[in-house]
């Protein structure tokens, strides 16, 4: 059974950094399409960033040039460098194949205070 743990959420200031790794607990990551989404209070949740196997990336539009998106394969762990984070940002983020095949995770909050 796959396993998808999120972790790295906090509470930020708006301009602010975080990071947030997804550890899974087979070599998922080598073999399947990966994305970060995220769903924020009251709203569905939403794609966020996707990486391939050869490393081939893409991001929701209007998160380009702020988040990227990363895998480090031999730990089984994805990441999410999000920086200028934005009030808006604020939400629950999960990991999970492209498309969100797998049991969700509880995701990690993150919130970016004004």
Same mark, same amino acid.
């Given at each position: 059974?796959?396993?998808?743990?999120?972790?790295?959420?906090?509470?930020?200031?708006?301009?602010g950094?975080?990071?947030?790794?997804?550890?899974?607990?087979?070599t998922?990551?080598?073999?399947?399409?990966?994305?970060?989404?995220?769903?924020?209070? =009251?709203?569905?949740?939403?794609?966020?960033?996707?990486?391939?196997?050869?490393?081939?990336?893409?991001?929701?539009?209007?998160? %380009?040039?702020?988040?990227?998106?990363?895998?480090?394969?031999?730990? $089984?762990?994805?990441?999410? /460098?999000? $920086?200028?984070? %934005?009030?808006?940002?604020?939400?629950?983020?999960?990991?999970?194949?492209?498309?969100? %095949?797998?049991?969700?995770? /509880? =995701?990690?909050?993150?919130?970016?205070?004004?």
């Amino acid at each position: 059974q796959v396993q998808l743990v999120e972790s790295g959420g906090g509470l930020v200031q708006a301009g602010g950094s975080l990071r947030l790794s997804c550890a899974a607990s087979r070599t998922i990551l080598r073999l399947n399409d990966m994305a970060w989404y995220r769903q924020a209070p =009251g709203k569905q949740r939403e794609f966020v960033a996707r990486i391939t196997p050869s490393g081939f990336t893409n991001y929701a539009d209007s998160l %380009k040039g702020r988040f990227t998106i990363s895998r480090d394969s031999a730990k $089984n762990t994805m990441y999410l /460098q999000m $920086n200028s984070l %934005k009030p808006e940002d604020t939400a629950n983020y999960y990991c999970n194949q492209f498309p969100g %095949k797998l049991p969700w995770g /509880q =995701g990690t909050q993150v919130t970016v205070s004004s």
